[in-house]
């Protein structure tokens, strides 16, 4: 409970600190304006399956330990805390604020520095760190991309809600993964070819 509560505070210090985030010009208005929800959907399912069969393979190979658990009720707010509120939160303070307040020449310097901080914050092995930091590296990009934070927020959310799910399962998946990430591809190019013959 004291950590939900430590959470509140913070999320109500960065609110009252960062009058923008309810401004026209803030993280709001790019979230409501710069958006394509099919784009966002393929990204997100590109993203986690390549990871997931990424940390399988890893796994696989004696590389990675992946833990196992049993799922219980009391969880539950566990889950959407990382799935939901820690993404949300996470995003907002490696990749929009960093981008926010540093000059464009500089993006390579910062995507570097403020991921390998969101690396060592995890606290976890040095393979998981590099995976971390290799993730946190692939959000700044996509955010930049896009323009719009919600892409890296919806990624994050599903890996860790993906992770819960290889915690609980006791199930690896890795051949849906793979389908998912073949499928994802697919429609990225027949999306793209479409997009190219309209020009």
Do not use: Q, W
Request: charge should be positive; aromatic fraction near 18%.
């Amino acid at each position: 409970m004291v950590y939900f509560v430590y959470a509140l505070v913070i999320t109500l210090l960065i609110l009252y600190f960062d009058k923008r985030f309810i401004k026209k010009d803030g993280i709001i208005a790019k979230i409501k304006y710069n958006f394509n929800l099919l784009d966002l959907v393929i990204y997100t399912i590109l993203f986690v399956s390549f990871v997931m069969i990424i940390r399988i393979l890893l796994f696989k190979v004696g590389l990675l330990d992946i833990d196992k658990g049993n799922f219980s009720i009391e969880m539950i707010p566990y889950i959407l805390f990382s799935g939901i509120y820690i993404p949300l939160m996470e995003e907002y303070i490696f990749r929009y604020l960093p981008f926010k307040v540093v000059k464009k020449k500089y993006y390579l310097v910062t995507i570097i520095l403020v991921n390998i901080i969101f690396a060592l914050l995890h606290n976890t092995s040095l393979i998981n760190s590099i995976g971390i930091f290799i993730m946190g590296v692939m959000f700044s990009v996509i955010y930049l991309k896009k323009g719009n934070i919600l892409y890296s927020v919806c990624m994050h959310s599903f890996y860790n809600l993906g992770i819960y799910i290889e915690y609980f399962s006791h199930y690896y998946g890795e051949s849906i993964y793979v389908l998912l990430f073949l499928l994802s591809i697919v429609i990225l190019v027949v999306r793209k070819s479409k997009l190219s013959m309209k020009m």
